[in-house]
C-alpha cells in the first residue's frame, strides 16, 4: 500500500548532519517532518509517494530521515494546500 504526499516546506538551511526539514501533507491532513541529504532532497510543491506497512509509513525508501509525526492538519490548511476537495 502507498501514500501520496505534497511537500509544503522546506528548510533553507541544514542540521549539524547536512539534512535539511521537510513537512510533507496528505490529502487526508495527516503530516510529517523529515529530513533529506541533497540528494534526496524534494522542492515544495512535489508530490511523494510513501510505501507504508500495515501501520507505518516507510520514508527510508526516498532517503528520509528522522520522520516526526505532526498534528493532522485541519480542512482549511488540506484545501489550501491540495486545493478543495
Known sequence: ???????VAVSTNTNSFGLRGMVLMAKDGEAWQVGANDINIKKKGDIVTLEMDSVDVIFANLGFEIPVKLLNAPESVIN??????
Open 1 to 7: 500500500m502507498s501514500k501520496q504526499f505534497k511537500v
Open 80 to 85: 489550501e494546500v491540495w486545493g478543495p476537495t
